[in-house]
Each structure stands twice: as structure tokens, then as C-alpha cells.
């Protein structure tokens, strides 16, 4: 069962794609998230890398050892709900290794909920938000909240869940905005560090807490 077809309990009528981003050689972080099909569907070939062993994983790694690829082996290292799982001290380190794995002029591209946009709302969350709808008459909130409590908690750190791996999968170990991934990504050896469009990439599922950042590997060394 696709991931699509576990939030939506159908299959899309035509298969979703990403825009092509002319990477002939992808890979995939935390490939058994979502949308890990939608990236199959979209690339050439793929790599996928996820923690833990499930159905279309073809590496199982943790990232706290390097990856097992010659330097410059890929063209675009990708990622959804990937970065935010990883301990805020390791991210800098993980950076550098997406860096290593990548060509000359790779893109990096990652999406990941979006802390400056959750702070945000945690002034607007409220118990009458049903899905992401808040009731118009609420009285306690005027109709204007965006997220309930539980919903606000699980963005901000993870379902955690038990899936028998004492939940250190599914729980958020860093909280990730715009500024502070940037400034990463430059300390790795980025550059061309901006913004893309989280509806690309989440729809149809909403992406208004969502944050995309691409960036290329430069040519120096
Ligand atoms: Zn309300």
C-alpha cells in the first residue's frame, strides 16, 4: 500500500510528478516518508535510503557513519519529512555528507515542517479545528484558529509513535526555518541557497506549515 493510498484510502487517478529537475541520478533521504512514490515516479533512478528496512528501501542507514557512495556519485540528494529527524547537533555534520555525495552543481532539496510558521500558530490553535478547519462560531476562538492542540504537538515533534524501535524514527529532533537552514547549508559548501514551492511538493495535502529549501553543491572542493 502507497503512502498516498494510506492517507486517502485511493490511489490518485493519475500518477502525481514532481517538476523534472533533470537528475539522472537521485537520492532519496528517509525514502519510506512520503511522497517517497511521487519522487520514484518523477526521477530516473533512484537511490532509496530510509533508517529502517521497509518495502522499495534499498539502503538501510542511519547517517550517524558515512554513506556507503563514492564522492560525487549522485546528481540530486532529496528529501521530505527527513531533516527534522535528525539531532540538531548531527545536522551540520549530515549537511557536509549530502555535500560529499553529490556532483559539481547538484541540487539539494529538502521539505520539512516549518518551525517560524508552527511558532506562529501556536497562538492560533484552538479545539474546535476539525482536520484544518476551525469552526466559524467557536466561541473561544472566533473562527480564526489554524491547527488544533494534538495536531500543533505532532508538527512540532513527530507522531511518536511505537513501532517497535523505541520511536526514534518518527520523533522530530530539530526544528528547522528558512535563516538557520540557509546559514547551514552555506557553512556545508552550498550556494544558491532559496525557497521552493511546498505546494509542489505537498499537495494535496496541506503545505501552509510546510518549508522547501534547494540549494546547489558548488564546484570548489
Ligand atoms: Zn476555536
Same mark, same amino acid.
Given at each position: ?36 512514490? &511521487? ?29 556507503? #557512495?563514492?564522492?560525487?556519485? #549522485?546528481?540530486?540528494? #532529496? ?35 516549518? &518551525? ?30 489554524? &491547527? ?56 494535496? #495535502? ?16
Amino acid at each position: 500500500m502507497s503512502f498516498w493510498q494510506k492517507l486517502t484510502g485511493r490511489e490518485p487517478k493519475d500518477p502525481q510528478r514532481y517538476p523534472d529537475s533533470g537528475a539522472r541520478m537521485t537520492l532519496l533521504l528517509g525514502g519510506a516518508g512520503p511522497n517517497a512514490d &511521487i519522487v520514484r515516479a518523477s526521477r530516473r533512478r533512484v537511490v532509496v535510503a530510509d533508517l529502517r528496512r521497509a518495502p522499495g528501501v534499498d539502503l538501510v542507514a542511519d547517517l550517524e557513519r558515512p554513506l556507503p #557512495f563514492r564522492d560525487g556519485a #549522485f546528481d540530486e540528494v #532529496f528529501s521530505l519529512e527527513f531533516i527534522e529527524h535528525v539531532p540538531h547537533p548531527d545536522l551540520p555534520r549530515v549537511l557536509r555528507e549530502c555535500r560529499r555525495v553529490l556532483a559539481p552543481g547538484g541540487r539539494w532539496l529538502s521539505g520539512c515542517p516549518d &518551525i517560524e510558521v508552527l511558532a506562529s500558530w501556536f497562538a492560533l490553535q484552538c479545539d474546535c479545528v476539525d482536520g484544518w478547519q476551525a469552526d466559524p462560531k467557536c466561541r473561544a476562538c472566533g473562527g480564526k484558529a489554524r &491547527i488544533s492542540p494534538s495536531r500543533w504537538l505532532k508538527s512540532v515533534f513527530g507522531n511518536q509513535e511505537d513501532y517497535g524501535d523505541r520511536r526514534r524514527g518518527d520523533t522530530h529532533k530539530n526544528a528547522l526555518w528558512f535563516g538557520r537552514l540557509k546559514q547551514m547549508l552555506e557553512e556545508a559548501g552550498f550556494g544558491e541557497v532559496r525557497r521552493g514551492n511546498p505546494e509542489t511538493y505537498y499537495a494535496p #495535502f496541506k503545505a501552509d506549515s510546510k518549508l522547501v529549501v534547494e540549494a546547489r553543491r558548488g564546484a570548489s572542493v
